[in-house]
């Protein structure tokens, strides 16, 4: 499984940005998808997560008042809408994926996930 994540940058704070991530394959509805961040000198932490039915999310301490996650599982992608950015939100942020049950809640913590995106870079000057 490859997931290809892809829309960081180099921002103002209180600008918003959209990462989007693609997975290769076609059984995409069979994974619980996530967003995760690192900023140098951290750990890993979840931003967001969305069940196989987007019915059920997760978010990282605070972050659901900025950011949402969606899915579009016809076009194979998890999306993060990120806005009102903030200096401490930058970070490499990576997507991930886990085979999950339909109704199952998805897992917040970076080891349940077996596949990962290469990470894009976002940035938010003060």
């Known amino acids: 499984v490859q997931l290809q994540a892809s829309g960081g940058g180099y921002v103002q704070a209180g600008d918003s940005l959209r990462l989007s991530c693609v997975v290769s394959e076609n059984t995409f509805n069979y994974y619980a998808m996530a967003w995760f961040r690192q900023a140098p000198g951290k750990e890993r932490e979840l931003v967001a997560a969305i069940s196989r039915s987007a019915l059920a999310t997760r978010y990282g301490k605070s972050l659901e008042e900025r950011f949402t996650i969606t899915r579009d599982n016809s076009k194979n992608s998890v999306y993060l809408q990120m806005n009102s950015l903030k200096p401490e939100d930058t970070a490499v942020y990576y997507c991930?994926?886990?085979?999950?049950?339909?109704?199952?809640?998805?897992?917040?913590?970076?080891?349940?996930?077996?596949?990962w995106g290469q990470g894009t870079q976002v940035t938010v000057s003060s």
């Open positions: 991930a994926a886990q085979s999950r049950g339909w109704a199952v809640a998805p897992a917040t913590t970076a080891e349940e996930y077996a596949y």
